[in-house]
């Protein structure tokens, strides 16, 4: 059995930018030590278009919760809804 530690951290509209939400996510494997570290930033603006950028760490052998392809990436993603 694991025990993991979980920390969700995200405001809405930060810095008085409208349609702008921040988050940060964290996950930590109490065990081994073997963390998850997820930094977002959405901006909603438009109309059914979400723009998200994306960065996460991954640390640890052993942590269930995340794909351990590599250890950090980043990613930029634009969803249209119709």
Known sequence: MMYYLHLKISQKESFDILYFMPSTTGILNLNDRGFYIS???????????????????VSGERLECARKL???RVELRARHYF
Not at 45 to 56: N, P, Q
């Open 39 to 57: 930094s977002e930033l959405l901006y909603t603006a438009i109309t059914s278009l979400e723009i998200r950028l994306k960065a996460e760490i």
């Open 70 to 72: 590599n250890d950090c």
